[in-house]
């Protein structure tokens, strides 16, 4: 397939923000965007790089009443070098593939899609920021777009690609922050959509974040549907404890999305020699090591923040301090290695980083 550009006249450019410390996430986007449709009998087409444009749906369009639908989100770091870096990002378009089987949506190809993921961020570069914890956002978006409401798989989809510039995540920068978990509502169950990347997850965790952050925490700490009892995962995050001298973080059950970042600690913690161990972990023993003082760190692992320490997890009415709400080392170890990783500053043993604007 090939794939059409139409660039911007420079003249028609978009102003950067002008602060790169207030970039937030999610706001700004850049000027062109990636699309491709799919349809029965040609499969996917129409391949094309334009500027960046709102879409033209009809009312009665499927991803819009049903929710069939899977996204990504994945980073472009400008280096210090000013190369530009992508991290593990085939494994994203991997994820997108897996998810789309799950809403029983058509794959595509990785290799076409990669190559224009990175022709996109390659044309629009002037908007990756440079300051520290800033980068290039990229959210590939595949959306069921029959104009039909019964409930049956769509038959046609759009696959596109925005891109913007975020700062760091969390308010707070990298310090540690405050997370509640919900006894209440649950995320996901197994057997459910909970380990695919689609907006109906989100949807359901809405209620939850609001009453946590009513009550002043910044994100949920979701505990297994069935019995209420085993910690998943956090809002955006997948989440570890460091117990004694193991991390234990969740097994992939298939109602916690399996987070590029998450294995990417895992195999990191391995290669150093840590004990790194998969395994459920009961919302009452986190309790119980936070008081005796065996749970030394507990952090939330994720492409938006990267590491993100947890100072205080409050259950059922009770707050409980971590590391005496400071960050701990191997939080801070790993954030310092895996940013050096994205930004290409330091050696990358694993594989995971590509320099694109060397690639071509
Ligand atoms: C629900 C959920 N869990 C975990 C993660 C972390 O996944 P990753 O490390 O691939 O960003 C995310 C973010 O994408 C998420 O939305």
């Known amino acids: 397939m090939e794939l059409q550009i139409t660039c911007l006249d420079q003249s028609e450019w978009r102003p950067l923000p002008s602060d790169e410390s207030k970039l937030g996430f999610g706001r700004h986007f850049s000027d062109h965007m990636f699309l491709m449709e799919y349809t029965p009998d040609r499969g996917w087409h129409n391949a094309r790089i334009e500027p960046r444009h709102p879409l033209s749906l009809d009312p009665a369009t499927m991803v819009l009443h049903y929710g069939q639908e899977a996204f990504e989100g994945l980073k472009a770091y400008r280096g210090q070098d000013r190369g530009i870096y992508l991290f593990r990002y085939r494994d994203n378009l991997q994820r997108l593939n897996n998810s789309a089987e799950r809403l029983v949506m058509p794959t595509f190809d990785i290799d076409f899609v990669a190559s224009a993921l990175k022709k996109l961020v390659l044309l629009d570069q002037r908007w990756i920021p440079t300051s520290p914890g800033s980068a290039l956002y990229i959210r590939p978006n595949l959306i069921a777009t029959d104009p039909f409401i019964g409930v049956r798989p769509s038959r046609n989809y759009l696959l596109y690609i925005i891109v913007g510039p975020v700062g760091a995540y969390y308010p707070e920068g990298f310090n540690p922050v405050s997370i509640y978990v919900s006894d209440h509502y649950v995320r996901a169950v197994k057997g459910g959509i909970g380990a695919a990347k689609t907006g109906g997850n989100y949807a359901a965790s809405l209620a939850a974040q609001r009453e946590a952050q009513q009550q002043g925490f910044t994100q949920v700490l979701w505990l297994d ?54 395994r459920m972990l009961g919302i009452d023993e986190v309790v119980e090591c936070a008081t005796n003082g065996r749970l030394t760190e507990c952090f939330g692992t994720g492409t938006a923040a990267i590491i993100s320490p947890v100072g205080r997890i409050h259950y059922m009415g009770k707050t409980h301090t971590v590391a005496d709400g400071q960050t701990g080392p191997i939080s801070k170890r790993l954030y310092d ?3 050096g990783l994205q930004y290409g500053r330091i050696e990358d043993p694993f594989g995971w980083v590509e320099r694109i604007d060397l690639a071509g």
Not at 246 to 258: A, C, K, R
Not at 264 to 269: G, L, S
């Open 225 to 278: 549907a069935i019995e209420h009892r085993y910690v998943e995962e956090v809002g955006t995050m997948n989440i570890m404890f460091v117990i004694d001298d193991e991390i234990v973080t969740s097994p992939l059950t298939g109602s916690i999305l399996p987070g590029i970042t998450r294995e990417a600690v895992i195999t990191i913690a391995r290669h150093w020699g840590l004990k790194m161990v998969e």
């Open 337 to 339: 290695y895996i940013l």
